[in-house]
């Protein structure tokens, strides 16, 4: 981690320091104190609190307590297990999607978009609550129609086990896997598939020698970022684990904040997890050691669709496959709930009703206010997530300081953190006196900001890798400063991605649940946080249509952004 | 004002009920108040609003008690923070840890909550004038008047009637651990939900915790809430629901859903639930008004509406249920609740493996 990377460049930063006053310094050490004080000023503070007593006396009795039982430190492998097996089929269902989206000639390119997009945006507790309602082993309306089809007994699917959890996970997550490989896809040229193509390989060899591994870094880091994200997911382990028995860590978490609180016996418990997370970036930095991944250069290029003839259609069936099972029937299958009176009535028209959409909206007194934080709250964080990340990863790939891999420490390490967590090293952090942000909008902005930094410095640092500095260099020997740029090389260059960025961000800063639960007061509350506490309520139709809401509103908002973008916004037709 | 009775349940009838109440109220109230009540009603106008930490009713209820409320003292409005109890007190013992202020009114099913909280000194000292108008168990559950008890809730068993014909109902909670109900069963977890811990502790008080372990060879399917088997029996997912709220219960019946319910020959579970002031409310007129309201008959009447038993003799019992002295009851002390709960907790994982 400590690797020193100055000497590629030396003379560069020296010199833009004293040929005239670079306000680049400046915000290098600007970026440093806000990373500092968004990820490391929490985490040194749960470190803290892990190590002592509540009367303040060291300690490690906190992890003697929060590993001292078989039972928490098989919750911990649980997880583990868990996000390993969650990643894989991520990765399963995006890759091939995304290749065939990217560099194929398959039709109904916008619509496998559309339902990557809803799969995406569907927040993970309304796709579980979905698939319980379609796979519960009883009464699920895909294990009916299978003892109706079949006349067997026993159920075909059960979301109550350990890969239903897992595979509903997947459902939810392989968007992120699909957006970062579909963008590295994009600007690979097919200049590099013909050169394989005239030295004899077909394309399959191609796309398994070239393509992919020239996009490795992306299917790597989106995997990665997969299984962090499952790691740390709270809502759909608590509405399928439990009733199947799974007891992950981040259920195992909310033991310890039980009353009795203890936070500190939780820190302890969350503490090897960061270790983890330096495992895989080191994993990450040993299989991309050495490697060159340049795909965009200064050059151009020229990027063509592979001709397919049948294989289009066994391509988009298979695109087809994977939207069904990950939005479509869940969508159709909440769509009846938030429209019934009673959902064991089944589907009549005597059971039809608005009731559950009118509720919300005209007589429940936060409804509406918690639609709105989150949209805000969303926003903003998505802003400052790609704009720190920007500027990170630009230190990062292009070597400006000496602790440059520091920093990219710092902007991925939060993810790994259970959103939970994180939210108690910011609560034990910003929510007493000086910052005093408890219950404020602040608090949850900067923890979505914090939580989502490494998505958007993941994104980003992608997107820098795929850049050649040749540009740069380029408007800096013309005399440009180094923020001048950033602002009107680097980031045009990057703009896609950027927004791509922003995207992804927004949409699962709507979704976030774990973070957000310990950090909402009466006047912050998001619809995550709505839609969890209505879960508990035995009643799914209003949970459903409140969903739904939540759904439309996000089109909407999408909508628009695509607009303002222009329209091939993330949907390059190459 | 009578109207509040009508005995089919609609979300309109109900909305005109409330509406109706408001507007009775609106007229005359302010003359008809007694004079406390209206001195509280000036100084809570100024504060404007009250926040409800609330493990006790569902989000709807909820929101039509505040509604109910508002209307009742027009210029005031209700903040409904609904959750499980354990996650309500969860919720107030951070803001107490960070030293911030936001909630005005806690309730939830943990009696053990507020033994600890007045134990602390963080409890705000109140008694409605209108106490005393409430069924005698109540009036004085707490000499120092720290918190009071102004919501029962009744827990028993319910079925899904597609699958389960009521000849062949379990009668009892002992009936439950027989093994023709293998896999069809459903209960909430007492780490979320405060009345399954009060259950498990009554439960294990009167049969010990072999109970729970002939329980589990039954493979019952464990969620958070008390509520959450309703949802399952509605889905036809379960079909044996087991420390169900009856109000919640009735409710989903009223909506068409097929269910039934069963009081156990062996006790219906009656969960006595306080609710409190804490002592540094931002809105503390505010919530003394709102636990007036609560043990008003005005509340009582919409709450009823929403199933939720009365603990006023001149307000009958929901439509559908008996009243309260009709039924045999169990449950357990305060003390037995705030030294069990956590104990069965711990059980409760160690036996289920949740």
Known sequence: ?574 | MDRVNTPHLSKRSLLAATAALGLGARAGRAQEMPAPERELYEAAKKEGEVTWYSGQVQAETGEAVGHAFGQAYPGIKVYVIRSTSQVAYQRLSQDMQAGVAQCDFFSSTDYGHYLFLKREGKLLSYRPHNMDELIPEVRAVDPDNMFQVLNVGLYLIATNTRKVAAADAPKSWKDLTDPKWIGQEAVGHPGYSGSIGVMAVTLRKLYGWEYFTDLEKNKPQIGRSSDDPVTLLNAGERTVGLGVSLSTTLLSMSRGNPLSFIYPNDGTLAVYSPSAIPKNAPHPNAAKLFMTFTASATYAKVARTFFIPPLRPDVPPPEGALALDKVKLIGATPQEIEEGVPEVKEAWRDTFGV
């Open chain 1, 1 to 574: 981690m400590s690797r020193t990377a100055t000497f590629d460049r030396p003379t560069f930063a020296v010199r833009a320091a004293s040929r005239s006053p670079d306000l680049a310094i400046f915000v290098w050490i600007a970026l440093t104190g806000v990373l500092l004080l968004l990820v490391a000023f929490p985490l040194t503070k749960l470190l803290l609190v892990s190590l002592h007593t509540r009367a303040g006396v060291f300690t490690f009795g906190n992890y003697l307590a929060a590993y001292g039982r078989a039972r928490y430190v098989e919750s911990l492998w649980t997880s583990l297990v868990l996000a390993a097996e969650t990643a894989a089929i991520s990765v399963v269902f995006a890759v091939p999607m995304a290749w065939a989206t990217s560099r194929t000639n398959m039709p109904g390119k916008s619509f496998v978009w559309v339902l990557v997009l809803g799969s995406f945006i569907l927040p993970p507790y309304l796709g579980a609550i979905g698939w319980i309602l379609l796979a519960g082993p009883n009464a699920g309306f895909v294990n009916q129609a299978w003892r109706w089809v079949s006349g067997a007994s026993d159920p075909l699917v059960n979301v109550y086990t350990f890969n239903g959890l897992a595979f509903v996970m997947a459902f939810q997550s392989f968007p992120l896997i699909f957006i970062f490989v579909k963008s590295a896809l994009d600007l690979v040229s097919s200049e590099m598939e013909d050169a394989a193509n005239i030295l004899g390989a077909g394309t399959w060899t191609a796309m398994r020698k070239v393509t992919l591994p020239l996009v490795w870094p992306s299917i790597l880091s989106g995997a990665i970022i997969v299984f962090l994200e499952a790691v740390a997911l709270f809502g759909t382990p608590a509405i399928i684990g439990i009733p199947a028995r799974i007891n992950t860590a981040t259920t195992q978490l909310w033991q310890f904040f039980e009353y009795p609180v203890r936070v500190e016996v939780a820190a302890a418990y969350a503490m090897p997890l960061l270790l983890i997370t330096l495992l895989m970036v080191g994993v990450q930095r040993l299989m991309l050691r050495r490697k060159g991944f340049v795909a965009q250069t200064g050059k151009g290029g020229e990027r063509r669709p592979i001709e397919f003839g049948f294989g289009r259609f066994v391509l988009l069936g298979y695109c087809l496959c994977v939207g069904l099972l990950s939005v479509v029937l869940p969508m159709l299958v909440l769509a009846e709930a938030s429209f019934a009176r009673a959902w064991g009535r089944g589907f009549a028209l005597s059971n039809l009703t608005f009731d559950n959409y009118t509720f919300l909206i005209f007589r429940h007194e936060s409804a509406l206010g918690s639609i709105w934080h989150t949209l805000w709250f969303s926003g903003a964080s998505a802003s400052l997530a790609v704009l720190l990340a920007l500027l990170v990863a630009y230190v990062v790939s292009r070597k400006l300081v000496r602790f440059a891999s520091g920093l990219a420490f710092l902007a991925m390490a939060p993810f790994v953190i259970p959103g939970i967590v994180m939210a108690i090293g910011f609560y034990a952090a910003f929510a007493a006196p000086p910052f005093s942000l408890y219950g404020t909008a602040a608090i949850i902005i900067l923890a979505f900001t914090a939580r989502f930094l490494p998505i958007a410095y993941a994104n980003a640092s992608s997107a820098m890798g795929t850049v050649h500095p040749e540009m740069e260099e380029a408007a800096r020997i013309l005399g440009s400063s180094r923020l001048g740029t950033i602002a009107r090389i680097t980031a045009p260059l990057l703009k896609r991605s950027l927004l791509g960025g922003w995207l992804i961000v927004f949409i699962v800063a709507t979704r976030e649940l774990s973070a957000a639960i310990f950090l909402v007061g009466p006047n912050t509350r998001t619809m995550a946080v709505l839609l969890y506490d209505l879960s508990e309520a035995g009643n799914f139709e209003v949970l459903s249509a409140l969903g739904f809401i939540l759904l439309a509103i996000t089109l909407v908002f999408i909508g628009i952004g695509m607009k303002l973008v222009g329209r091939d916004f993330m949907l390059r037709r190459t």
